[in-house]
């Protein structure tokens, strides 16, 4: 499976880039997962339902499946936070894994940015990045893209991960 991220400060616009991205590749037939990382406590699950009910009795994965879909739920309690490349082993193959977040994994990256956020950049001093995508003009030794451009962002990620 080809990996590429997106990164940037929170609300820089990583997420409707991630969602623009899986739709432009998604078009152009390739197979694609993504995944998420979350900075706080997050639950999909939900107090009453059957599976909210086996986590809180003890259960250390809930896995709940319908003829639709399937969600696997599982409890870390006293475990470490899994890496990435753990959470990664657990996907079915796909052509592309768009990963959200994991600004200090190795893997390579684009910089979600937009001026408004008062944030500094991150690439400068991140090898791992190798793009940017922005709401204003920067000048920096790599390609920055506008951040709605994302015809040319899958371009340029499709070019770097040989897909």
Same mark, same amino acid.
């Given at each position: ?17 991630? %969602?623009?991205?899986?739709? %432009? ?10 995944? $998420? =990382? ?11 339902? @059957? &599976? =909210?009910? =086996? ?10 499946? &319908? ?7 599982? %409890? ?16 079915? /193959? ?8 994991? $600004?200090?994994?190795? =893997? ?15 690439? /400068?001093?991140? /090898? ?5 995508? &922005?709401?204003? /003009?920067? @000048?920096? @030794?790599?390609?920055?893209? @506008?951040?709605?451009?994302?015809? &040319? ?6 070019? %770097?991960?040989?897909?």
């Amino acid at each position: 499976m080809k990996l590429y991220g997106v990164t940037g400060w929170k609300n820089a616009g990583k997420t409707g880039l991630m %969602e623009r991205l899986v739709q %432009e590749f998604v078009a152009r037939g390739f197979r694609v997962s993504t995944v $998420k =990382h979350a900075h706080h406590t997050f639950d999909v699950d939900h107090e009453g339902k @059957d &599976s =909210h009910r =086996h986590r809180i009795a003890g259960a250390s994965e809930v896995l709940l499946a &319908s003829r639709n879909r399937f969600a696997l739920m599982h %409890e870390l309690r006293d475990e470490d936070e899994p890496t990435l490349d753990m959470l990664l082993s657990k996907l079915a /193959p796909v052509d592309l894994v768009l990963i959200e977040g994991y $600004k200090r994994d190795r =893997h390579p990256k684009i910089e979600a940015f937009r001026a408004e956020t008062g944030n500094a950049l991150i690439a /400068p001093d991140d /090898p791992t990045i190798r793009a940017i995508a &922005s709401d204003t /003009p920067i @000048d920096l @030794d790599r390609p920055v893209f @506008d951040l709605n451009d994302t015809k &040319s962002i899958a371009d340029f990620i499709t070019k %770097e991960v040989g897909l």
